[in-house]
């Protein structure tokens, strides 16, 4: 059975801590994708990256960045933590180029107080 | 670019009832379409998909959706709603920026009740 798993289902952290949240897949996908998701928003796209050591900004890069050292792992990271990055967040990857389909692990909770 | 709108950010029908969630989409490509669910604590998971093959698009736990171009819409139905369908429904198409990311819509919480 596919899986992405997501290392933490909830986390509480404070403002101006450094927050990693990790991310491994086992389905030897290219493509990994980190988004949060809040109630009326839907899901919005952070970063993505379609291969090892590369990355790429979505829609709302801004008080995040990423790292994907090997195929398997892809980690959010917040630099500073801010009370306005309190949301869940999803990763999910994809190994079809073309058809997008995304596998998502069951995310964190994340609140920063 | 590329963008899915959803009708209703909560829709109630009975148990038996038909289930109808709406999106409409825009898109200025033949556009990749998709409709997941989200059950309570778990990540999102594909009901279907549209790649440009058949307009009627057959997915899991009985769902469907049509494809109508003339419409803009990629409506989900299911014939009769039972208890286990309430989650969260996302809308998503393909983005055409030269990466295959998806974009979402708001969510529709589909509400069943006995």
């Known amino acids: 059975d596919v899986k992405v798993t997501q290392s933490s289902r909830y986390l509480v952290k404070r403002t101006g801590e450094k927050v990693f949240l990790e991310c491994v897949q086992d389905?030897?996908?290219?493509?990994m994708f980190w988004y949060r998701q809040d109630p009326g928003l839907g899901l919005r796209l952070i970063y993505f990256s379609y291969d090892v050591k590369m990355k790429e900004k979505g829609d709302i890069p801004e008080g995040y960045s990423v790292s994907r050292e090997k195929k398997e792992r892809f980690s959010l990271i917040l630099e500073s933590a801010s009370t306005n990055q309190t949301s869940m967040y999803l990763c999910?990857?994809?190994?079809?180029?073309?058809?997008?389909?995304?596998?998502f692990g069951s995310g964190t909770q994340l609140s920063v107080l | 670019a590329q963008s899915v709108t959803q009708l209703g950010s909560h829709v109630s029908v009975s148990e038996g009832a038909l289930v109808l969630l709406r999106c409409n989409y825009s898109?200025?490509?033949?556009?990749?379409l998709f409709w997941y669910v989200q059950y309570p604590n778990q990540g999102l998971q594909l009901l279907l998909k549209y790649t440009s093959a058949a307009t009627l698009v057959k997915g899991i736990n009985g769902f469907e959706a049509e494809f109508k171009k003339s419409e803009t819409s990629f409506h989900l139905t299911k014939p009769s709603a039972h208890m286990s369908d309430a989650a969260e429904y996302f809308c998503a198409v393909r983005t055409n920026s030269g990466y295959s990311t998806l974009t979402f819509g708001k969510g529709t919480m589909l509400l069943v009740s006995p």
């Open positions: 999910a990857s994809s190994g079809t180029v073309v058809l997008g389909e995304l596998f």
């Open positions: 898109s200025s490509v033949p556009p990749y």
């Open positions: 389905m030897d996908h290219e493509n």
